[in-house]
C-alpha cells in the first residue's frame, strides 16, 4: 500500500479481523469484516451514524464479544467465538468520545492513571515527555475544569499512550469540539502517532478527519465494510454508488455507453483513457463531483443557477442542466453570479466512474 512521505512501508500486518460478527441480545450489527491494520500504520472506520462502527471498535477493545469470526493482533487471538481475552490484558489504549478524563485528578494524576506499576522516575520521565508531545508542558498541576476543549483531548491522548499500548482505538474524539479547533489538533495527533510509532483506528462520520488522519479508510454502511482503501482511492475511485455518494460531494449524471471508452450524456460523449465493462446501451451513471465540472464562459453547454453557497475562495452552485439533471459546479469567488442565472459549464474528467443505472 502506498504511503505518505512521513510515514515508513508497512510491512507486517499488527491488527487482523477474519470474518468478523459482532451484536447485542442475538441481533447482528456488523458481520463478514474482513480488514487488516498494519504495524505503525492508521486506519479509519468511516460511516453514517448506527453502520456499526462504534461496535465493532468495541469489540476490538473487549467490550463485546464477538458472534463469528476471529480478532488477531501481534500475533495473539484476542477474540473468537470460543475465547475472549479480557479487555485489560489486549494492551490496547482507547480515548472515547466523552474524553473521560478524572475531574478531580490534575493533568499529571490523570496521565499517570495508566503508569500504575511504573518506577517512578520512568513514570515522571514518560508524563514529562508525553507533555511535551502534546505542546502543554508545565500543566502538570492543573485539573481538567482549567483546561479548554482542545487541551482536554490532547491529555486524553497523552493519558491513552502513556503505557504505550500495541493499538490506540479512537472513538469520535473530535466530536465534540469546534470545526476550526478540530481541523487544526486532526493532523497534530496524526504526527504524535507517527512519532510514537504508534498503531491506531479511528472511528469517525467526518470525512475530513478520515483523510487528514488516516493512511487507510474503511467505509462502512449498515454493518458492512463497502471499501477499505487509501483516502484518495475512496474518493477518485468509490467501488460502489453508497461510497460514492457519502464521500465527498457529487452527483450522478445518467448515460447511454457507445463503446469500451465512451458514453453519451446530457453533457456531450465522455470518454475514458481506461476500457470500462459495461456493454453498448446500457444505461450508467457517470459520477460527477463538484470539480469535475467547471464555469466555462466559452462553453456552448450551459445550464441554470439553482443554488449557490459561497465558500470564500469559490462558490458551489447548484446547476441545473436541460435536461433537468442536477450537478454541483465550483466557480471562482470571482464570478459571482445570481440565481436563475444561466452559465456555461465544461465537464474536465481525467477518469470516468460509472455504476449501473439499477445498482
Request: aromatic fraction near 6%; hydrophobic fraction near 40%; charge should be negative.
Amino acid at each position: 500500500m502506498t504511503k505518505t512521505a512521513t510515514k515508513k512501508t508497512v510491512e507486517l500486518v499488527h491488527l487482523s479481523l477474519n470474518n468478523v460478527s459482532v451484536g447485542y441480545d442475538g441481533a447482528v450489527v456488523v458481520s463478514d469484516i474482513h480488514m487488516t491494520l498494519g504495524n505503525g500504520q492508521i486506519g479509519c472506520l468511516l460511516g453514517p451514524s448506527g453502520c456499526g462502527k462504534s461496535t465493532l471498535l468495541r469489540a476490538i477493545a473487549g467490550f463485546e464479544p464477538v458472534m463469528g469470526g476471529e480478532i488477531a493482533m501481534a500475533g495473539q487471538l484476542l477474540s473468537s467465538t470460543n475465547s475472549t481475552l479480557p479487555p485489560e490484558k489486549r494492551k490496547i489504549g482507547m480515548v472515547f468520545q466523552d474524553l473521560a478524563l478524572f475531574p478531580h485528578l490534575n493533568v499529571e494524576e490523570n496521565i499517570a492513571f495508566g503508569l500504575r506499576g511504573w518506577p517512578q522516575a520512568q513514570k515522571v520521565a514518560r508524563i514529562q515527555a508525553l507533555l511535551s508531545l502534546v505542546g502543554l508542558p508545565g500543566m502538570e498541576k492543573r485539573y481538567p475544569h482549567a483546561l479548554s476543549g482542545g487541551q482536554q483531548q490532547r491529555i486524553a491522548l497523552a493519558r491513552a499512550m502513556a503505557p504505550r499500548p500495541k493499538l490506540l482505538l479512537l472513538d469520535e474524539p473530535f466530536s465534540g469540539l469546534d470545526a476550526s479547533l478540530s481541523e487544526a489538533l486532526v493532523p497534530e495527533v496524526r504526527e504524535m502517532l507517527l512519532q510514537e510509532e504508534m498503531s491506531a483506528l479511528l472511528v469517525t462520520h467526518n470525512q475530513m478527519e478520515a483523510f487528514t488522519m488516516a493512511d487507510q479508510v474503511a467505509v462502512m454502511c449498515e454493518g458492512r465494510i463497502l471499501q477499505n482503501d487509501t483516502a484518495y482511492n475512496v474518493y477518485h475511485c468509490p467501488e460502489t454508488p453508497f461510497v460514492a455518494d457519502f464521500v465527498g460531494e457529487g452527483d450522478f449524471l445518467s448515460g447511454i455507453v457507445i463503446d469500451s471508452f465512451s458514453v453519451q450524456t446530457a453533457l456531450g460523449v465522455l470518454r475514458s483513457p481506461e476500457p470500462h465493462h459495461f456493454a453498448a446501451s446500457q444505461s450508467v451513471e457517470v459520477l460527477v463531483r463538484p470539480d469535475d465540472l467547471l464555469h466555462d464562459d466559452e462553453s456552448r453547454v450551459t445550464g441554470e443557477i439553482i443554488a449557490k453557497r459561497f465558500r470564500g475562495s469559490h462558490f458551489l452552485y447548484r446547476i441545473e442542466l436541460p435536461s433537468k439533471q442536477r450537478l454541483f459546479c465550483f466557480a471562482s469567488s470571482h464570478h459571482n453570479h445570481a440565481l436563475g442565472e444561466h452559465i456555461g459549464i465544461t465537464l474536465d474528467l481525467d477518469h470516468l466512474v460509472m455504476f449501473s443505472r439499477s445498482s
